[in-house]
């Protein structure tokens, strides 16, 4: 397997570490929208949000929050994001889960702007009981 956020992690490829411990690292990222845009991988390879175990989930969460806070601190964003992209669809290009902190200023020029849809009579519900089907 050939991971670059697990080279990151082995030392075998260079990053601008913030934090690590046992279970996260968090580095910034190389093409960042935004400079500050920071990285937060688990250590353990899990390929995308729903491999990620949940003893790490909760460290990542608690690591993010806290990488965040450093981020508004330190250099003063009007916003921030937290993204995660799960499969090649969504945009992700690195196989290892990784929550994205983009920091946000009034006037990047960066957006997300989605098509948005409207559920047509009834649909809404059938998707609805779909995926309460699949809750457990």
């Not at 949940?54 to 994001?81: C, H, V, Y």
Request: hydrophobic residues 40%; charged residues 20%.
């Amino acid at each position: 397997m050939n991971c670059i956020f697990c080279d990151i992690i082995n030392r075998k490829a260079n990053a601008e570490i913030l934090f690590e411990n046992e279970k996260v690292l968090a580095f910034l990222d190389v093409r960042p929208v935004n400079y500050g845009h920071t990285l937060v991988i688990p250590k353990t390879h899990s390929e995308n949000f729903l491999s990620v175990c949940k003893e790490d989930l909760l460290e990542l969460i608690r690591i993010t929050q806290m990488i965040s806070g450093a981020i508004t601190k330190s250099i003063n964003p009007d916003g921030f994001n937290i993204v995660t992209n799960n499969g090649t669809a969504a945009g992700q290009s690195v196989f290892h889960f990784h929550f994205h902190i983009i920091p946000r200023f009034n006037n990047d020029a960066f957006s997300f702007k989605p098509n948005l849809k409207s559920y047509s009579n009834g649909t809404m519900r059938e998707f609805a009981d779909k995926i309460r089907a699949k809750i457990f």
